[in-house]
Every structure is written in C-alpha cells, then in structure tokens.
C-alpha cells in the first residue's frame, strides 16, 4: 500500500467497517474515535532540561532579523529542512521530517511558559507543576492530569512511568506513579530466583511500614515490579527500522516502547534529555546543538517507528524550561531567553502545520528587547492533549487558575 | 520464647558497657513502646546516633558507644575543630594517590589531555623525557595516530561518505571499524581471561611487557565490572598506571572519585566531610564539562575544604577565582562589549616604549579575535545570585544580572586546559561604573568584582539562604523558620562565619527535637556511606561504590546543571530508587561488590557467628540501626527466617549457622536505615 496511514484514515475510513485483515486500530477508528476506551490513550511528555534553543531548532529562516542577530550560528537558508516556506528544521533533525509530512507532526512556535523566570531551576519547576509563578503547588500536572480521570477497572501500576532514576516533579502527586530506571533490572536481585525470600521480605517490611513516605513508594514499586515480571517487556524487541541511537534518551524511548507494546496499561509517561545549556559555542549545522539535535530527533522517530500500530492512541509533547536569547553572545552562544518551540506528534495530530501566532524578531518586538516574545502557553498546548486525548475535562485542576477552554485551544487535534 | 526481642537486645549492651548504660538503653526502649510517654528530648544514646547520622555519614560499629562515653557535646565541639582531630589512617589510605598532591599543571603533564597528545602528533609539543612518563604519552599517541589513519583510510576508500555532501561518514566504513574493534577486543578478552589465572604483581609485569597495541586492547575490555575483577587485589599505583595506558585523565577523575569515597566513608573529621559535600554541591561544578576534568581535585582541596567551615566570603572569593567555576559557567571567556579586547585594540607590551606603535598589528588576527569573543556572558553572574548568594527570590533583577556580568568580564583563566590559573586581564574588562542592588560600584578594574562579591556575601537574603540550605541539610525538609532566622542572624552578626552559624544550629532545640530524629531521607550517597560504614565493610577499591551511585542516580562530581543535588526526600524515593537501593544493600552484605568487603563476624560483634537465627538478627539490629528498629521491620524478617534459604538451615543440619549476610543486608534495605 502506497498510500500513507494518515491519508488513508482520514479519507476511507468508513470504507473499512468489516475487512477483517486490517489491523485492530483501524477498524475501532472506522467506527469513530470518540467512541474508543480512553484508557488506551497515552500521553508522553518530553523535557529537554537546560533551555534548547528554539530559534536554532525551527528555524525562522523567512526572518531576516534572525541572521542579523546570529551571525555566526544561525542555520543558512540552504541547509534548513523547509517546513513551510518560511520556518524550517534543522539539519540534523531529518529523522523527524517524514513525520512532518505524513502529518504526524505538529509544531507550535513562540510557546512556553509565560512566567519572566531565567533561572533554569525555576522554570523547569514551573513547567512541570503547570502553575507558573506559584511554587507552592506540592504536584505535577502530569500526574493530576490521572487523578480527575475517571479510574479505569484494571488500575495498572505502571499508569504513570518515568524513565530514570528518579521521579520527576511533573509526576509527583496523589496518583501513584513509578520511576523505572531499566526494565532488565527492574525488581529485587535482578532475574536471580534466589532472591526471591529477599524480595518478599523487602515488600512486605515496606508494606507495613508507618513511615507513609516510603511505605506508599514501597507498595507501588512491589506491584510495578510483579506486573512487569509477568509481562516480561524484554521480549518486545524494537521493530524494524527503529534504530535508536546510543544514549540515555534513546535508551529510555526504547524502554517505554517496550513497556507500551507489553500492554501494561501505560497511560502518562515521561522522558527527559539534557545538554541543551550551550552558553559557549553552540555550533550551527554542525556542532553541539546539532549533536543533541540528532540525538534527539532520532530517538523519536525510532519510538515511532517502533510504536507502529500504537502510535495511533499516542501523543508525545516536547517541551523546555525557556527559550534563548535571539542574538548570539559574546562566546558564539546563546544566554537565558523566553519562548521557545514545542512538537506534538501522534495518531490523532493534525500535523505538517506551524501552530501559533509568530511575533516576529524585530528589536521591538522582542519580549525585554532581547528573546522571543510569547504568544501560546504552554498549558493551552497541554490543555488540548489532556482534554481531548487523555479525556480529561478538569482541566481547571490540572492546570488550576488558568483559562483552559476547549475553544481557545490550537486545534491541532482538529 | 518469653523474653522480648528489646530485653534480648540489651544482653549484650550489658556485657560489653555495664549496668549503668544497660539501664539507660532500658529506658529508652520502654519509652518507644509507648509513644505517648516519648519525653520530649532524646535520651543520650539517641542524641549520639542522631548527632552521627547529621554531622557524620552515620555511625560505624561502636561510634554510638563511644561518642555517647565522650559526651555528645563534646564530641561535636570537636567536629567543629577537625584540625584536631588526627586522621592519619585516612592519609595512609590516600597516600597511594598520587594526583591527589598534585597542581593542575603537574596533572595535565603526567596524564595528559588528548589536546597536548594532538599537539606532540603535530609537532607542536615534545615528548616528556621521564620513561614512565614517556610509555604513557606514547600509548597514547599511538592510539591518536592509529585512529588518524583509519580516518584515512576510510575517508580514501569511500570519499562520497566523507562529509563531501555534508553529512558525517556514516554506513561502510564505520562498519568495518566496529568489526575489527569487536575483533580486537575479542582476543585481548580472551588474553584478559588467561592474566586472570596469574596473582596480581605477576599480572601487572606480564601486562607491561605486552606491546603497545596489545596493552591498549586490553585497556578498552576492561570496562566495568570486568575491570574491577582484573584490578581486584592489585596496589594502587599498579591501577593507576594500568588504567593511564588506557585512559590517562581517567586515573585523575578516578582518583578524585575513590578519595571523595573514602573521606566520606573513613575519615574521622566527618564534619568536615560532611561540609565539604555540602559546600561543593552548593557551589556545583560539573566534572563532564571539558578542561574541570582535571580542575575539580585542585577545586575541592584548595577552594572548598579550606573554608568549609570558615567566613562565606572567603569561601565565595575562592570560588568565583577557581579555575573550575570559571570555566564551567563560562565567566572565563566573557568580554566587557566596550573592552580594548572587543575594540580590538592590541595589547600593551611593557618591554616596548608605549610611544612606539605596536609592529604586529595585523588587522586580520584583531579582526577574528573581535568575532571570536566580543561580550558578555551572564552564566555565572546569574547563578552567582541565584544558586549561590541571594537564592532565586533575593531580590535582584535582570539588570542585576547584566550589571554583575559587567563587573566580572576580565575575570579569565589563561591556557586553563593546560593548568593555568586566575588572572584579571583588563583588556577584557568593561570600563565604567556599574549598578548592583542599587550599590554604585566605581570603576576600580578587578576591585569591582571583589566589592560585589563583599556586597553580596554580606547580604540579608543571603544570610538566610545559606542558613535555610544549612538547616535543610542537617534538620529537616522543611525547616522551622525560627530556626532559620536565628542562624541568618548569627550569620550576618558574625561576619558569614560558618562554623558560629553551624553551632547556632547544633545548640538548638529544633536540632535536637523527638521530630527531628530519623527526618531526613538518605541521598544516595548518604546510603551508600552509612552502609558502608555501618557494615564495617572495607573498600579496596571504591570504583564500584561509585557506579553504584550512578545506578542511584547521583553520579559524584556528575550533576550537569549548576544547581546540584537536592538534599529533599522526594527527589530520591521512587520505585527505581529503592530497588536501587535493597538491590545495593544485599549485593554489599553478600560480599558481590567487588573491592568491597564486609566482615559479618564483626557486625555480629559478641554474638558471635554460630548463634541462633533470632540472635543473630538481634545482634545486627544493634550493630546496624543501633537496636532501633520498628517491630514491624523486626517481625517481617524474624518470620523470614523459617525460609531455609535466610536461615540456611537444613533437615540434616539444624545449627547450622544463620545467613547472617542475608539477614544484614534486609536490614540495610529496611525502611529505617533510609533515614537518618
């Protein structure tokens, strides 16, 4: 079949009600996407911790101010992959152009977080507890994006994953939520049966603790790891074609792709990738940002390559604490900005389209003379993928205080 | 059995400390069976192992007894003093490091970067001429120019794959290269396996005789866990010179690594160790980021553990000159915009007459310097006042940040990856006053910087940033205010002198509070410490403790972003976490870290090993958590021991001794010793 799958949803979908041979997803979408269970749909946030450079990433390169500003790092015209005539990718994210126009992929430039903060600490707490400005807020909105969500009968433990040693801010909160730092060793003694009297005792030890705190992390951990032992992931080998590049961040798309075709029920999950802080040569085409560049992109177009048929119930959305400045500084870097660009790719995206109102480089234009003006919240980007995708139509606690209506979103879910 | 496991417990309390104590122990127990009769302050014995847990990495095995016999007081007025306290066990063990002693130059020249290899390859630079030395150069240079000519090689036999197009060589040629590495390190694999069988000296001896190719080979297969098994047993200095063939700046990463290891685990200063962590995480510097590989051993022994416990601006002016900080946020190559520097105007030479006009002026070179680095970096005076003075609410604004920048441009490094170290270079400086905090700082060249520094070290905000950070450390998460408020003003009233803020601290009720006990969630690094010392265990080679702190996810030296690792429960207990950690816990009781090892004999104390299961787990609750465990905890295990393989008792041989490692190792992955 020549035609894409995208092309072929939107324009014969009806046509398939009864062939038998296709697959699963395309005869539940024949019969209206509203109508699917809710609980197969998943939302992957992705943090690129360190302020990327959104200006070298989707290039304005329609903007002649960009390259007044950046003589020395900018993207040349010629080596941008256009997207639009007038943005365009950088070079080193080719992995990510065949998900641009087969429409998988959608772009909202000038987003982000509204909040002036050029402290990477503090905006990336901003960013991941979805109320800018107040840091009182103890949870993330990932994890109360699950907690107003009707609780679906099979309660997997694995509803919400981190991949790394750590659980994120974005998913603290009241749902439990578990970080996995590598599926191959995930449980106690590794695959060693001897451990097993350890593993019981250990569970049962946190399971009657009253220290809350590790008695809550202790029983969600134990039923993690019985559920992943009888789904043995590890089985789930990636699929032609995704070939994810050497690294963490690929190495953690992999494992959640695992975790997702195992079937254990995974509904948010988060990744994040770092190096993205480049104060000193920051490079062009080439360079660092063009490294992490490829690194990233690849990554995700292995994931989802790999996710196949499931990457139609999926959505992943990039995001970064800040921009960066719009000119260069003195060391051929970038200092702490403002807005930045976001992608959202998935089944449901209307893709192959620049999302959101660009404000233009002009020196007036820019926010405090010197980054990117703001134009889309990064919470009415959120707002749409929590509500239409995940279901959720809380949104005025998951993202508390902020004017979410479902008609001012960007429509990117159409 | 009628007796309680607390009575038991205090059987061998009485034999070894006498009546007096046994009874104090008693009461202690009898006051946590019933909560509501808890008294409102610690009994003495909980007082010195809170005191360890806080200002040490926890007790080792009979510090509770022996701090408790000293007076808890005393004990940490004496911490507070660690010129006092001798340590000279510590320097044996650090003694083989050589690195350690060394200045930065020294380090680049004995173990040198790949830039001065590329330079020796180009002519540029001479080889060393000491012949230990000089085998280390040479290995590496042969690596460099064999590495030069499958560049070749490839870049001829496939030039369409040479970045002709633009693209990087990708496809044929690289797999041809992975083939014949995968080749090469199958056979020194196999070579590897056969020096196993030889004891270490003899192994060393037939490695240095191997050609240079071989030795290289058998360099890069021994990564990891392998390594650590063909190093098992060899002396340090065998290591080093080992791992130099292979990796000449790993022997100075690795040697910071293993010493932080053992300061922390074995010196008796803990306070100082303590304070020292506490201080180079406050003033994070990441060790991955180019020329601080070889920066950071000189950052924590010259600029952080002298004022440790000194004045903060001493402490604040050390950082802000060192190499270390100056290259990881970038203030080194930052250029006032209206500096000579981004003018282009030339340097002055003394030895000329200034009224001769300079003889190389060439405009080009003037011209490429201006493109190269012409102004301001903010990195570093953005985190001067967010991380490290005022804390990210202190009051200052962006303008703050530009205008601080300003003050610092000249502050710079000459050749800081071949050593060099602080210089103030006016050229690079920007003329004119400067406004911070609403202060006017004068024009005064490298003056400036040192008033802003004053200014800032001596602010408000500041006092109580540092003292909240403080009492986050060593109180709780979240920190009575009061507490607070009474350290920032013991802090601006004694002139930032941190040793008066930490006793504020150590001498306050809030320190020593019933709610306060076990509070704190272990970092990683805390758990694997206290472990380490609470099993006695002892580490010949501390590289695998190091990677299991990066399976916990807190590499040493390795936090990226600037504001370093919280000290906060929630950023490390999660499910990865603690499986982490039980996984941790067993592996080192059982004896299967390799280079660590851990003596059940001597946890179990006078108990001795052939006791009985319930006696034995009793004795390690007392060596371990110092007898206070939950019931619960108790319970789970005492009910464990039934399973032949904890108890390893067997039909035809029911004394046989109980797993006394398993059962340790339970404990050290038990809820309580997570906390200290």
């Known amino acids: 079949m020549s035609i894409t799958r995208r092309v072929f949803l939107r324009n014969g979908a009806m046509a398939v009600v009864g062939t038998a041979a296709l697959p699963h997803f395309l005869t539940r979408a024949a019969f209206g996407a509203t109508a699917l269970d809710a609980k197969n749909k998943r939302l992957v946030v992705i943090f690129q911790r360190g302020a990327a450079d959104g200006l070298n990433i989707v290039v304005p390169h329609g903007e002649p101010a960009y390259y007044a500003m950046r003589p020395s790092i900018n993207i040349p015209r010629n080596a941008v992959l256009d997207l639009d005539g007038f943005f365009g990718l950088h070079p080193a994210m080719s992995s990510l152009q065949p998900l641009w126009s087969q429409r998988h992929l959608a772009i909202v430039h000038a987003a982000g977080s509204p909040d002036p903060s050029r402290s990477h600490f503090d905006a990336q707490d901003f960013m991941e507890s979805g109320t800018p400005g107040i840091k009182a807020t103890e949870d993330g909105w990932l994890n109360r994006a699950l907690h107003s969500l009707p609780q679906p009968a099979d309660k997997s433990a694995f509803r919400a994953i981190s991949l790394g040693p750590s659980l994120p801010r974005i998913l603290a909160g009241q749902e439990p939520a578990v970080a996995v730092n590598n599926i191959n060793d995930f449980g106690v003694g590794g695959r060693n049966a001897n451990a097993a009297p350890a593993a019981n005792t250990f569970e049962a030890m946190y399971a009657g603790s009253v220290d809350s705190v590790l008695h809550g992390t202790g029983q969600e951990t134990f039923e993690a790891v019985k559920m992943l032992k009888s789904a043995d992931p590890s089985k789930y080998k990636p699929a032609p074609g995704a070939d994810y590049p050497r690294g963490r961040f690929g190495e953690s798309l992999k494992q959640l792709a695992q975790l997702i075709k195992a079937n254990l029920g995974v509904q948010v999950a988060f990744a994040d990738i770092g190096g993205w802080d480049h104060h000193v040569s920051e490079g062009s085409t080439q360079g660092q940002i063009a490294n992490v560049l490829r690194e990233f992109s690849q990554s995700l177009g292995a994931f989802w390559t790999d996710l196949g048929d499931l990457a139609e119930d999926t959505i992943v959305v990039t995001m970064s604490e800040f921009g960066r400045t719009a000119r260069e500084n003195g060391n051929r870097g970038t200092d702490h900005g403002h807005a930045n660009v976001m992608f959202v790719m998935g089944g449901p995206v209307m893709g192959g389209k620049v999302y959101g109102r660009w404000p233009g480089l002009d020196q007036s234009q820019l926010y405090e003379g010197r980054d990117l003006a703001l134009t889309t919240d990064f919470r009415r980007v959120l707002g749409e993928a929590v509500h239409r995708h995940l279901g959720n139509q809380a949104l005025n606690q998951v993202f508390p205080g902020f004017d979410n209506q479902p008609g001012k979103f960007l429509k990117y879910l159409g | ?101 060394m200045d930065t130059r020294e380090m680049v020249e004995n173990f040198p970067p790949p ?207 060192s190499p270390a900080m100056l290259f990881y946020l970038d203030n080194w190559l930052s ?253 080192l009781t059982a004896g299967k870290l390799k280079g660590v090892q851990v003596d059940s004999d001597r946890m179990l104390g006078a108990t001795g090993a052939n006791a009985d299961a319930q006696a034995t787990l009793i004795a390690l609750e007392n060596s371990l958590l110092a007898g206070d465990v939950s019931r619960q905890t108790h319970d789970t295990i005492a009910a464990q021991m039934n399973d032949p393989k904890i108890s390893q008792r067997q039909l035809d041989d029911p004394a046989r001794a109980p797993n006394s490692s398993a059962i340790a190792g339970l404990l050290l992955g038990s809820p309580e010793f997570q906390r200290r």
């Open chain 2, 1 to 101: 059995m009628s007796l309680s496991r607390r009575q038991i417990a205090v059987f061998p309390a009485i034999l070894a400390l006498g009546l007096a104590i046994s009874l104090q122990f008693a009461g202690a127990s009898k006051g946590k069976k019933d909560p509501a009769s808890r008294p409102a302050q610690m009994d003495e014995q909980k007082r010195a192992m809170h005191a360890l847990n806080r200002l040490a990495f926890g007790p080792r095995t009979g510090d509770v007894e022996r701090v408790t016999a000293m007076g808890v007081d005393k004990w940490i007025d004496l911490q507070l003093h660690p010129e006092k306290i001798d340590d000279h066990a510590l320097e044996a063990r650090l003694a083989p490091f050589r690195t350690l002693r």
């Open chain 2, 335 to 587: 250029v006032g915009p209206n500096s000579d520097f981004a003018n282009g105007i030339p340097k002055r030479n003394p030895n000329y007459n200034w009224r001769r006009p300079p003889r190389n002026r060439r405009p080009a070179q003037v011209k490429q310097a201006k493109g190269k680095r012409s102004g301001l970096n903010e990195n570093y005076g953005r985190e001067l006042m967010e991380l490290h003075t005022l804390g990210v609410n202190g009051g200052y604004t962006q303008k703050d940040v530009t205008e601080v920048a300003r003050v610092l441009t000249g502050w710079t490094l000459k050749q800081p990856r071949q050593g060099g170290g602080f210089i103030f270079e006016e050229r690079m400086h920007e003329p004119g006053d400067k406004q911070v905090l609403g202060h006017r700082i004068k024009s005064s060249g490298e003056k400036e910087g040192r008033e802003v520094l004053h200014i800032l070290a001596h602010q408000p905000a500041t006092a109580k940033f540092i003292s909240t950070k403080l009492a986050m450390r060593f109180v709780s998460d979240n920190p009575p205010p009061a507490l607070v408020d009474r350290m920032a003003q013991t802090f601006l009233r004694r002139d930032g002198d941190i040793r008066e803020v930490l006793k504020t601290m150590f001498h306050s009720p809030e320190f020593w509070a019933p709610d306060s006990y076990r509070a704190k969630v272990k970092s990683p690094l805390e758990f694997v410490i206290s472990a380490v010392r609470a099993s006695d265990a002892e580490i010949g080679d501390a590289l695998p403790l190091a990677r299991q702190l990066q399976n916990l996810g807190m590499p040493l030296y390795g936090m990226q972003p600037p504001t370093g690792y919280s000290t906060k429960a929630d950023a490390w207990v999660n499910s990865a976490a603690l499986l982490g950690r039980m996984n941790f816990a067993l592996a």
């Open chain 2, 115 to 321: 830039q001065v290899i590329k330079a020796i390859a180009e002519g540029k630079q001479s080889m060393p001429s000491d012949p230990a030395r000089r085998a280390i150069y040479q290995a590496q240079l042969d690596r460099y120019e064999a590495r030069q000519e499958r560049k070749q090689e490839a870049g001829n036999t496939d030039p369409a794959a040479n970045g002709a197009s633009g693209k990087p060589a990708m496809t044929d040629g690289n797999g041809e290269e992975q083939a014949r590495r995968r080749e090469d390190r199958l056979y020194a694999d196999l070579k590897a396996e056969d020096l196993l069988d030889l004891p270490p000296d003899q192994r060393m001896k037939a490695i240095l005789k191997m050609s240079p190719e071989d030795q290289r080979a058998i360099g890069t297969s021994l990564r990891g866990d392998k390594g650590d098994e063909f190093m098992e047993g060899m002396k340090p200095q065998q290591r080093e010179t080992l791992m130099a063939l292979n990796n000449p700046q790993q022997v100075v990463t690795s040697e910071l690594v293993q010493s932080k290891l053992l300061r922390a685990a074995y010196s008796e200063r803990q306070l100082q160790e303590v304070m020292n962590d506490f201080w180079f995480n406050h003033f994070n510097v990441f060790i991955g980021k180019g020329a601080d590989r070889y920066l950071l051993t000189s950052y924590e022994r010259d600029v952080i553990a002298p004022h440790a416990l000194g004045k903060f601006e001493d402490l604040l002016v050390a950082t802000a000159q």
